[in-house]
């Protein structure tokens, strides 16, 4: 039996530790904005024939910020491309490395791209305050020895764990690799909330049974402990079949999904770290207070 109450503030310094890196990077690097808020053209290629390197590619189009990607694919970002000058690349592409496919084009105007922001920045907002008004709702039954509201704090504080962490990661990923948030990364990191807030309630769910069959007499600090054991297995299961399918899809997936799947598969992992070794010491705490 592992001794997670126990150890309780060793698992929260780690936590912490990641959520004040996140915190560093993401104020320090910041995001880069892709199309999808900023506006602008994404074009995506594929040399069949003669690959070009990035630098060769950059003669011809130093305006766009280029990103190689697998199988001989590119993309290539714009501020603005008319349909002339489109063709125009298109063919000398074609007359220096022959056959060239277009996989995908974009163009989004900035207005659109502000709009779509806001309407992202809205649906997490209300996605977080949904989801912690349904746990507390859900366990207003057991409101001894921790009140209901509290399950719905502890949900919260979770979910902004597991949603800053993978900030974080792309906030690096973007100074390293070009890394652009957009549409694909705010429904990454819904899916991680989702994920995460499911196994929470699992582990809080156990602890509400015992509550029931133990009375709110019994020893608290205990019996979370033994509520976070009986659903350990449970959630190293269900979490690891998921893993294991992401980084599959990671390997041998599309290359216009990498990044999106990297995102998921991060939250996945410390959506996991955080229902067992963050919610569950919370919970005594908050009981404590």
């Avoid at 196994?199 to 769910?205: C, E, Q």
């Avoid at 190293?236 to 999106?260: D, E, H, K, R, W």
Wanted: hydrophobic content about 50%; charged content about 15%; glycine content about 6%.
């Amino acid at each position: 039996m592992i001794n997670v109450i126990g150890k309780k503030y060793i698992y929260l310094t780690v936590s912490a530790l990641l959520v004040a890196a996140s915190i560093f990077s993401i104020a320090s690097l910041g995001v880069k904005s892709g199309i999808d808020f900023a506006g602008g053209v994404a074009w995506q290629l594929r040399f069949s024939q003669n690959i070009p390197d990035k630098e060769q590619l950059a003669e011809i189009v130093p305006q766009a910020v280029i990103t190689p990607q697998s199988g001989g694919q590119f993309l290539l970002r714009f501020p603005d491309l008319a349909e002339s000058a489109k063709e125009e690349l298109l063919s000398r592409f074609e007359k220096n490395y022959g056959s060239v496919e277009e996989m995908q084009f974009q163009d989004i105007g900035p207005s659109v791209g502000a709009d779509l922001r806001q309407k992202a920045i809205w649906a997490f907002a209300l996605v977080l305050a949904a989801i912690s008004l349904y746990v507390a709702f859900a366990f207003r039954k057991v409101s001894r020895p921790v009140s209901s509201w509290k399950y719905g704090a502890i949900t919260l504080i979770t979910l902004f764990h597991d949603a800053l962490i993978p900030a974080g990661l792309y906030a690096v990923l973007g100074r390293l690799v070009n890394a652009e948030v957009d549409t694909n990364f705010i429904v990454a990191i819904l899916v991680v909330m989702g994920f995460s807030v499911h196994d929470t309630i699992v582990v809080s769910d156990r602890v509400r049974e015992n509550l029931r069959l133990h009375g709110s007499s019994a020893d608290f600090k205990k019996l979370v402990n033994d509520s976070v054991n009986q659903t350990l297995a449970r959630s190293i299961n269900t979490s690891l079949t998921l893993v294991l399918t992401l980084f599959a899809l990671l390997l041998f997936g599309p290359a216009a999904l990498q990044y999106f799947i990297l995102t998921i598969l991060v939250g996945v992992i410390v959506g996991t770290y955080s229902s067992i070794f963050v919610a569950s010491p919370l919970l005594v705490i908050f009981q404590r207070k």
